[in-house]
């Protein structure tokens, strides 16, 4: 079937320090894959996505590579700020629908 | 600006006592889905309506019913809730099933039951 698995957390930074969530996926074909955030009190917020292999997402100074080798979907982020304190969960699309998978989600706590 | 809304965003019920979650959308998205999201899970998919045709997941119990009276609108119905039905409930939109197209979800109804 299809599903992801992602790095768990919590993760405790200090701000500027650089950031890795590692996520990998299990899926027929082509999915797609998403990273998504979601704050405090708030729903998910699409963070990026890529939809093909070797295709790069990225924003706000976030960036993931889709790895099929691999099969992989890292987050990376070179210098965080106490703002990015959130909960990030890599997901992805099956090849041939939008029913989505999430990853069980990796809380991210920036210190100043 | 154009959103997701969920009403209400804290909803208390008590055990076996029917509930209503409200989810609404001015994207004029095709597709609205139904997640449950229990405490530091990830989100769960119950169901979607791709316009007015319904789609159950496999796993989703049988307390759980939607209604999408129009394109604005979709309920989510727990026709009698259990203490194993709290959650966070969030609704999402997309324009179509693509597997490219990004979701986007509204701020949750957190669902407790006493």
């Known amino acids: 079937g299809n599903s992801v698995t992602q790095m768990e957390g919590p993760v405790t930074l200090s701000e500027e320090a650089f950031l890795t969530i590692n996520c990998t996926y299990t899926a027929t074909g082509y999915p797609s894959l998403f990273w998504y955030v979601q704050y405090p009190g708030e729903g998910l917020q699409l963070l990026l996505k890529a939809t093909k292999a070797d295709d790069k997402g990225s924003n706000k100074g976030f960036e993931a590579t889709y790895r099929k080798e691999t099969t992989s979907f890292h987050l990376e982020k070179g210098s965080v700020q106490v703002s990015d304190s959130a909960v990030y969960f890599c997901?992805?699309?099956?090849?041939?629908?939008?029913?989505?998978?999430f990853g069980a989600g990796t809380r991210l706590t920036v210190k100043p | 600006d154009a959103m997701v809304i969920q009403n209400p965003r804290y909803q208390v019920t008590q055990f076996g006592k029917p509930v209503t979650l409200s989810c609404s959308q001015t994207?004029?998205?095709?597709?609205m889905y139904w997640y449950q999201q229990k405490s530091s899970q990830a989100p769960k998919l119950l169901f979607h309506y791709y316009d007015k045709d319904f789609n159950n997941e496999a796993d989703t119990p049988d307390n759980f019913q939607s209604r999408r009276p129009n394109t604005s609108f979709c309920f989510l119905d727990i026709r009698s809730p259990g203490l194993g039905d709290a959650a966070m409930y969030l609704c999402?939109?997309?324009?179509?099933?693509?597997?490219?197209?990004?979701?986007?979800f509204g701020p949750g109804t957190r669902l407790t039951v006493l």
């Open positions: 997901a992805l699309s099956p090849y041939n629908n939008n029913d989505m998978r």
């Open positions: 994207l004029n998205h095709n597709v």
């Open positions: 999402a939109t997309s324009m179509t099933r693509g597997n490219t197209d990004t979701q986007y």
